[in-house]
């Protein structure tokens, strides 16, 4: 097992830019979602992918939108960045279809200037 | 009113001391995670139950699915103990945001020695 891994771990970006988030799911898992958190917060869920195909979304703006491929890693992009979009986005995987837990990766964190 | 509630939201121990982490929820699920998340973000799963209770160590993890309610113990804590836990439960309905992980606000634990 090789675990799930964010990329890049660290990001500044301008208000008004795009930014492109990456993860690489654990071997063999089919589903990964995608979770905002704000300093202080828990994480609050943005969207989740079972095998291409968005099958859950969060309570996010389009500007938030995502991609799995098919080696089941995952995208995510935001657009038009504001500047409380600063946070940690943690990626989790799973496999989907049943009762099965779910691995977190160690997250990107954002910060918009 | 947040579905899923932790108490307390910061607790000081001494090492040695034996710690109760509580989390209720009000939605229908069918698991729920205990998660540990250090400084700098990186999350890791301690345990997921849907019944019962689960000990790793010195943790142990119980629920009660009709009193819709869930206890993380540490026994015999520990400077290295001290992060923030993070319940977080799995809705009833696969897929779809009911899917996916509802997370509560975390209890932020500090063990002195």
């Known amino acids: 097992e090789t675990g799930v891994t964010q990329s890049p771990t660290h990001l500044i970006k301008t208000r008004g830019q795009q930014v492109t988030l990456r993860c690489s799911s654990q071997?063999?898992?089919?589903?990964v979602s995608w979770y905002q958190q704000a300093l202080g917060q828990g994480p609050q869920f943005i969207f989740q992918?079972?095998?291409?195909?968005?099958?859950g979304r969060g309570n996010f703006p389009p500007r938030f939108s995502g991609l799995q491929f098919p080696n089941y890693s995952s995208e995510l992009n935001v657009n038009a960045l504001e500047l409380d979009d600063s946070a940690l986005y943690l990626c989790?995987?799973?496999?989907?279809?049943?009762?099965?837990?779910?691995?977190f990766g160690s997250g990107t964190r954002l910060t918009v200037v | 009113k947040n579905e899923v509630e932790q108490s307390p939201q910061n607790l000081t121990a001494q090492e040695g001391e034996f710690i109760t982490i509580n989390c209720s929820y009000s939605?229908?699920?069918?698991?729920l995670h205990w998660l540990q998340q250090h400084p700098g973000g990186g999350i890791v799963s301690l345990f997921m139950?849907?019944?019962g209770k689960k000990k790793h160590g010195r943790l142990i993890a119980t629920i009660n699915i009709q009193e819709k309610h869930s206890s993380l113990h540490i026994t015999a804590s520990h400077p290295r103990d001290s992060a923030v836990y993070i319940c977080?439960?799995?809705?009833?309905?696969?897929?779809?945001?009911?899917?996916?992980?509802?997370f509560g606000k975390g209890t932020k634990l500090s063990v002195k020695p």
């Open positions: 989790a995987s799973r496999l989907g279809g049943g009762w099965y837990g779910y691995t």
């Open positions: 071997s063999g898992h089919n589903t």
């Open positions: 992918y079972y095998r291409e195909e968005e099958n």
């Open positions: 939605v229908g699920i069918s698991a």
């Open positions: 139950l849907s019944s």
């Open positions: 977080a439960v799995l809705g009833m309905r696969y897929g779809g945001s009911q899917g996916n992980l509802i």
